[in-house]
């Protein structure tokens, strides 16, 4: 028969697509957007001071009786965090401890102003005063200076070693913090690059498994670095591939050149920072302020190292001279700046992606937003304005955050209050830490990495969870620790990617049946006792079709079904079968009902003769992945195998409209013969159509 089937009953609800206004073009909406930036009224003026500089519109809002006590608290608690810290961070960055006091000065103050995080602590972190000091030494090695001596040994300043060095008009540590302050200048700008032009969403490409295994290579690293501090020896600072493995070497050949008062200072005072933190862990709920256990280890180990004169008698490296004041501000060197552009690309990624995190994880635990454009606004400026006073570079920092929190922070003015505290060890109290022993220093910074190194734990879980996502991790921290921390997250950015990819590649292809007489359906190789449709296929792909997993889409599908419908169809078309389907068929789109009554029965040896794809995990579909549908529904229609699809979301829909699946001739089929809202509305329509399909044949 010719004529076609009356239109099907009781199909549902019919969906009417709205009119979408008329998209503007590129150049209007230019002009919109360029007349919006450039118009200027007082209303406009003070709403970009206020996103600019969040503190003041928050501080319009602040209720001193709630707030202040617990502002100023963890204000306090965190600078007397800081000192200690600052001091021993400084052996990582290379650099005098007076720098860090100013980084941890300044970084506070700025983002109490241009922050949008309350509980967010920024200063100095760990894993970038490493890449810092990984740079300087590299650049100081280069320019003639010693970089197995320190910054903080008395006399730093007068070691060159070769003409080239001597052309310099300043020392070791004036050479050192000029090329820390070019790499911070670098970083900033690249930040605040990114939040101008909004490019907040990139840090979401670095993953949290990507993160942890990278805070847990440079962990390693940072670690590897103290430990001729923690034994008082003296051994080359490699630099380069393999610089974990080659610093242990070296320790392994100068053990017994050990220090034996830095060994006893050192063991002494793990064993106090452990011990405390341990019982700071576990009784922190009976604890209203954390124990400043480093602050008092550095000032009885002073005191000790002072009065026992250990410098004079046992030859325990000390902090030297730290001077008080601030210096005068000084514009970092372009040449450096060049030298050092490609190293920064790193750290302002790392420390991006970690503030970002942190101003979310704790947005969402207390309930408000931050702006992550914002934040990296933020983060740039706490680096830009800095460079020029001799500060390096700075993120946010997790376990100051922490503490932030657990004593009782509101706002960021408690950020106020730890540089009040780090202001006064800067104008008066430095010089008291003179006689500090550096392998005190050294265990203030391994104790510090214990959260980190702990994560080595998670593993296991993380590897039952997603193999994936432990991949990425062990990869990362693997090449943090063996090549170096730019390749370590150079590896685990393309880790991710190429663990996202596989996802996608390859996703969950299932066959679905009917769970007992519900309108649902489900995996029939997952769950037991579902019924599967006669004649029916349900076939449901875990994920977007693409070009890059179109191959593995058809492969799926021709398999679960026991059907290759594409060599199938191609080989009667070879034969010149009679059941070839003719120019205005289903292979161009057009009418989907019955051609002729032995076509529509051929599929009774496939077993089945409709396919219906639950569409519903098809994220989108791409130009490959339109053309594999339009080839595959052409295969199907050659054998007189309808192809439905079922649960497609408006994406998906405007994309197979736009695409000319649909069609728009007057032969087509409407979308609503094509698409269907649920999996069993398709079905059920399914075997209606071949109901009167059969019912025509029986009666020409």
């Known amino acids: 028969m010719d004529e076609s089937p009356e239109p099907l009953q009781n199909r549902g609800p019919v969906l009417v697509r709205r009119q979408r206004p008329a998209p503007r073009g590129l150049c209007e909406m230019l002009k919109a957007r360029l007349w919006r930036s450039c118009s200027c009224s007082v209303l406009s003026a003070r709403a970009l001071v206020q996103d600019l500089l969040p503190a003041t519109s928050w501080l319009r809002q602040y209720r001193p009786r709630e707030y202040l006590a617990g502002d100023v608290m963890s204000g306090l608690v965190i600078g007397i965090i800081l000192v200690p810290q600052a001091i021993a961070y400084s052996l990582l960055a290379g650099l005098q401890p007076i720098y860090s006091l100013y980084t941890s000065f300044f970084a506070n103050l700025i983002y109490f102003l241009m922050g949008t995080s309350r509980h967010v602590s920024v200063g100095i972190f760990s894993l970038l005063c490493l890449m810092v000091g990984q740079v300087v030494d590299r650049e100081l090695q280069l320019a003639g200076f010693d970089p197995s001596q320190d910054g903080l040994q008395p006399g730093a300043n007068s070691s060159i070693l070769n003409s080239s060095a001597a052309m310099l008009d300043c020392g070791r540590d004036c050479y050192a913090i000029r090329i820390a302050t070019a790499l911070t200048l670098m970083t900033g700008l690249y930040q605040v690059l990114m939040g101008v032009l909004r490019l907040g969403f990139v840090s979401a490409y670095l993953s949290q498994p990507l993160l942890d295994g990278f805070a847990m290579g440079a962990s390693v690293t940072i670690l590897t670095s103290q430990l001729k501090h923690l034994l008082g020896v003296r051994i080359p600072r490699h630099q380069g591939p393999g610089m974990v493995v080659l610093t242990w070497l070296s320790l392994l050949r100068s053990v017994g050149q050990a220090n034996v008062c830095d060994v006893v200072t050192s063991t002494v005072c793990l064993v106090v920072l452990l011990a405390a933190k341990e019982l700071s862990d576990r009784y922190r709920h009976r604890l209203r302020v954390p124990l400043p256990t480093e602050l008092l280890v550095i000032v009885v180990a002073t005191l000790v190292s002072h009065f026992g004169q250990l410098h004079r008698r046992f030859g325990s490296s000390v902090a030297g001279d730290i001077p008080t004041g601030f210096m005068p501000p000084q514009v970092p060197e372009p040449r450096l700046m060049q030298r050092v552009a490609l190293d920064a690309v790193a750290l302002a990624l790392v420390g991006a992606a970690f503030s970002i995190s942190l101003a979310e994880m704790f947005a969402r635990s207390h309930g408000y937003s931050v702006r992550a454009n914002q934040e990296l606004l933020a983060v740039g400026c706490c680096n830009v304005l800095p460079a020029f006073l001799h500060c390096f570079a700075t993120s946010a920092a997790l376990a100051k955050s922490l503490v932030k929190i657990a004593t009782g922070c509101r706002t960021q003015l408690s950020s106020v209050v730890s540089a009040t505290v780090v202001l006064l060890v800067l104008l008066a109290l430095a010089p008291l830490f003179h006689d500090l022993q550096r392998s005190v220093l050294a265990c203030v910074i391994v104790v510090s990495l214990r959260g980190a190194l702990r994560k080595v734990w998670d593993l296991p879980r993380l590897w039952q969870m997603s193999p994936a996502d ?209 999996v069993h509305d398709a079905v059920q329509t399914a075997r209606a159509r071949h109901r009167e399909l059969e019912a025509t044949d029986a009666h020409p």
Request: proline share 5%.
């Open 470 to 678: 432990a991949l990425v991790w062990a990869g990362t921290a693997a090449t943090s620790m063996l090549v170096s921390t730019e390749a370590g997250l150079l590896a685990g950015v393309i880790l991710s990617l190429l663990s996202l990819a596989g996802r996608t590649q390859r996703p969950r292809a299932t066959l679905l049946a009917r769970i007992g007489n519900s309108a649902f359906y489900e995996d029939a190789t997952e769950f037991e006792g579902l019924v599967p449709e006669p004649g029916v296929r349900v076939f449901r792909f875990g994920g977007p079709l693409y070009y890059a997993n179109k191959d593995f889409f058809l492969r799926s599908l021709y398999s679960l079904t026991g059907l290759d419908a594409g060599c199938v169809a191609a080989r009667r078309k070879e034969r010149g079968s009679e059941w070839e389907v003719g120019e205005g068929g289903p292979a161009q789109g057009k009418d989907l009902g019955p051609v002729s009554s032995r076509a529509a029965l051929a599929p009774a040896a496939a077993g089945f003769h409709t396919v219906v794809i639950d569409c519903a995990p098809l994220l989108f579909l791409d130009a490959a992945g339109m053309t594999t549908l339009q080839d595959l529904r052409r295969d199907y229609g050659a054998l007189g195998i309808s192809l439905l699809l079922a649960c497609c979301s408006p994406t998906v829909r405007d994309v197979l409209s736009r695409g000319g699946f649909l069609g728009e001739g007057p032969g087509d089929v409407a979308e609503e013969e094509q698409l269907f809202l649920s």
